[in-house]
């Protein structure tokens, strides 16, 4: 499984450039989505994306266990994105869950599927989408400070194992591997 990973920054055009490319594929797709509807306005921004994506595409709604979730789906799927790996690690931090085992357990699965050769979907392609804030200032408090460590770890781990990795900002993809 060929894997390209997406990163920019908030409402930078990253998720809309994964599914674009992704879209370009022919087969059976998943969009493996980490976001909870938690509040009114969450609830209406999964719905409209959700339309976006239209009927091409099953979603699947994991926001804890995406390396289980991968594992269990990686060969039905043509294609599968998953989007984003940042409201990932904040689910593991708001669910007290330990986050280093949790990336590290994902990235073991990386591993695995990108050593698949002989997979039933030989050319099937995984895109994953990631916020990169490491950019900005320095977090005031501990936990902003630790979330952007587990953060930057998630996405260097991600980018090592990639194909790919496209920065995305203000809309234009830029290919840095």
Same mark, same amino acid.
């Given at each position: 499984?060929? %894997?390209?990973?997406? %990163?920019?920054?908030?409402? /930078?055009?990253? /998720? /809309? ?5 992704? &879209? ?6 998943? +969009?493996?989505?980490?976001? =909870?509807?938690? !509040?009114? =306005? ?13 009927? *091409?595409?099953?979603? @699947? =709604? ?12 990686? !060969?039905? +799927?043509?294609?599968?994105?998953? *989007? @984003?790996?940042?409201l990932w690690? &904040?689910?593991? #931090?708001?669910?007290?869950?330990? @986050?280093?085992?949790?990336? !590290? $357990? ?9 050593a698949i ?5 030989? *050319? &099937?392609?995984?895109?994953? #989408? &990631?916020? =990169?804030?490491?950019?900005?200032? #320095?977090? !005031? ?7 952007? $460590?587990?953060?930057? +770890?998630?996405?260097q781990q991600?980018?090592? %194992?990639? *194909?790919?990795? +496209?920065?995305?900002?203000?809309? #234009? ?5």
């Amino acid at each position: 499984m060929n %894997i390209t990973f997406v %990163i920019g920054g908030a409402r /930078s055009g990253k /998720s /809309s450039f994964a599914l674009r490319e992704a &879209s370009k594929m022919q087969g059976q797709k998943a +969009y493996m989505a980490t976001a =909870e509807a938690l !509040d009114r =306005e969450m609830k209406e921004r999964i719905a409209k994306h959700k339309e976006e994506r239209g009927t *091409d595409w099953e979603t @699947c =709604e994991e926001p804890v266990k995406i390396a289980e979730t991968l594992k269990g789906i990686r !060969d039905k +799927y043509t294609v599968i994105v998953i *989007d @984003c790996l940042t409201l990932w690690l &904040s689910n593991l #931090v708001c669910n007290n869950v330990d @986050c280093k085992k949790g990336i !590290d $357990d994902f990235i073991g699965v990386l591993r695995n599927v990108r050593a698949i050769h002989e997979s039933p979907l030989p *050319d &099937s392609k995984l895109f994953i #989408v &990631s916020n =990169e804030v490491g950019m900005g200032i #320095v977090p !005031d408090n501990e936990l902003a400070r630790r979330f952007r $460590d587990f953060a930057g +770890y998630l996405n260097q781990q991600v980018a090592g %194992i990639a *194909d790919e990795v +496209y920065l995305v900002t203000a809309g #234009v993809p830029l290919k840095i591997k």
